[in-house]
């Protein structure tokens, strides 16, 4: 069971940081359906993808006629029509935001999900806490914090933490799969099995007749060789006449 990471207290510093981030992210959020799709098709998309609050440029605690209003919108954006010269991205995008959208109409499956951002979140912010603790014991200035890679890093660590769990149920599915195909083979080799024992019990009900026909042949056909033998053994031939002269 992975162990949530515990958020660093918030100070009116980290509110800031936090105001400026969300700030970012919607602006992100209007982009046009090129840089929507780019988005969706860029290098490491397949796995920041598993996170439907990214795919969607949603928050967590998004109510749901937000989440309502905010697929619609990237829905008719993408929509492969909207896109005749990139249909097919478009397609994938399209694809993309539908399988965000109807796991978040879950609540058990978006409630997962709210709880692996919150997890990632807090990680960064804890990273970013120990990192600024680290710089101040070696009298060092403090890091950089931009907050335009904020949103970014926690994807990325939400990212893994699915991926991981896309791996692990992809080698379970593949296990039952398996499974189910050595059970699927023994029941057909059965089957087979079973029908040419009807198919060889019907073929042997099907030739009695003939068994017993040939059957009565072969006794008719003794029984005349017997008859003929025994008249052969009781006929006596005529006695020989004397030759008169």
């Known amino acids: ?4 990471a515990e958020a660093p207290k918030p100070s009116e510093e980290w509110n ?5 981030v969300k700030a970012i992210e919607k ?7 090129d840089q929507q799709i780019e988005r969706l098709h860029k290098p490491g998309a397949k796995y920041l993808n598993l996170n439907p609050f990214y795919v969607l440029q949603v928050d967590p605690d998004a109510t749901e006629d937000e989440l309502k209003k905010q697929y619609r919108r990237l829905s008719i954006l993408l929509h492969p029509d909207k896109n005749p010269n990139n249909r097919d991205q478009a397609t994938g995008a399209f694809e993309v935001v539908s399988r965000a959208n109807k796991l978040l109409q879950e609540k058990e499956t978006s409630d997962k999900f709210k709880l692996i951002l919150t997890d990632a979140e807090n990680r960064v912010l804890k990273m970013m806490e120990d990192k600024r603790k680290e710089a101040k014991c070696k ?9 335009s890679k904020f949103g970014h890093l926690v994807n990325v660590m ?4 699915l991926a991981d769990y896309e791996i692990r149920r992809g080698d379970k599915d593949k296990k039952e799969q398996q499974e189910k195909k050595r059970e699927s083979d ?3 080799e059965s089957a087979k099995r079973l029908k040419k024992l009807e198919d060889d019990k019907k073929k042997w009900e099907e030739s009695r007749e003939e068994r017993v ?10 029984e005349k060789k017997k008859k003929k033998r ?3 053994g009781t006929f006596k031939p005529p006695k020989p006449r004397l030759e008169e002269r």
């Open 139 to 147: 009298s060092l200035p403090p890091p950089v914090e931009d907050p």
């Open 230 to 232: 025994h008249m052969l």
């Open 27 to 33: 602006k992100d959020s209007n982009m046009t359906s």
């Open 1 to 4: 069971m992975t162990t949530t």
């Open 213 to 222: 026909t040939t059957w009565k042949d072969f006794q008719n056909k003794g």
């Open 186 to 188: 023994a029941a057909e």
């Open 158 to 161: 939400a990212s893994k933490q």
């Open 16 to 20: 800031t940081f936090l105001s400026q």
